[in-house]
C-alpha cells in the first residue's frame, strides 16, 4: 500500500530563503514507510536514481507522521527535502504518494 501525504510548511525558512518543507502523512495512510512514536526511523529515499538516508517521525501527541526536511547522500552530503521535491516538479501543498520500491522508498506527485 502506498504512503499517501502533503507537501506541508513548518512556517520557517532556511538562510538562503527557501521555506522548509516536510512530508505530513495520516498515522493510518503510512503504507509501508516504517515509523515509531517518539524516535526517527531512517530508511532509503530513491530520487533521480540517487540513494539518500532519510527519516520518518511521530509522536504519540500528533496525528501526523512526517518526511523530515534533511536527507543524506552515501557521502553524508546533506540533502535538503525542499531541493530534493523541487527536482521531482513537487511543490509546497502537493498531494504526494510514497511507494516502496525494492529497498527504498520514491515520491510521487499525485495527480
Not at 45 to 58: D, H, S, T, Y
Not at 63 to 92: F, M, N, Q, T, V
Amino acid at each position: 500500500m502506498n504512503a499517501k501525504g502533503a507537501v506541508i510548511t513548518e512556517g520557517q525558512c532556511y538562510a538562503d530563503g527557501i521555506e522548509r518543507l516536510f512530508i505530513g502523512f495520516k498515522k493510518d495512510c503510512l503504507g509501508e514507510l516504517p515509523a515509531t512514536e517518539g524516535e526517527r526511523v531512517p530508511f532509503q529515499l530513491l530520487v533521480n536514481g540517487e540513494r539518500l538516508k532519510a527519516g520518518i517521525r511521530m509522536t504519540e501527541k500528533n496525528d501526523l507522521a512526517w518526511i523530515c526536511p534533511d536527507a543524506y547522500d552515501l557521502k553524508g552530503e546533506k540533502h535538503r527535502l525542499p531541493d530534493i521535491l523541487s527536482s521531482l516538479g513537487i511543490e509546497k501543498n502537493d498531494t504526494v504518494q510514497v511507494k516502496e520500491e525494492g529497498d527504498a522508498f520514491v515520491i510521487y506527485r499525485s495527480v
